[in-house]
């Protein structure tokens, strides 16, 4: 189970840090995304973390958006910074396990003034 939390209105410029709690599975080996899906869109992967902590990150976003986890916690954060109104999306959290991908219910994230 993944459960995502932190979104919220922010102004631009503002920063937010979402986090993802997992249960259910050993989650220090696996990996965890971030993905987003705005309004019309195709949801999107934001960013990437293996399970030893290698990080990679969608090109556009790279620089604003820090991905890291808490093993101790079984947590996945994302930490978003300078955040534009082009930001505004429900933000999921993911991971595949045995072929079979997995997600959260999304957490809202509106980037407004």
């Known amino acids: 189970q993944l459960a995502e939390s932190g979104g919220g209105l922010v102004q631009p410029g503002g920063s937010l840090r979402l986090s993802c709690a997992a249960s259910g599975f050993i989650f220090s080996i696996y990996a965890m995304d971030w993905y987003r899906q705005a309004p019309g869109n195709e949801r999107e992967l934001v960013a990437h973390?293996?399970?030893?902590?290698?990080?990679t990150y969608t090109e556009s976003l790279k620089g604003r958006f820090t991905i890291s986890r808490d093993n101790a916690k079984n947590t996945v954060y994302l930490q978003m910074d300078s955040l534009k109104p082009e930001d505004t999306a429900v933000y999921y959290c993911s991971t595949r396990i045995f072929g079979n991908t997995y997600w959260g219910l999304g957490t809202q994230v509106t980037v407004s003034s």
């Open positions: 973390i293996t399970s030893g902590s290698r990080t």
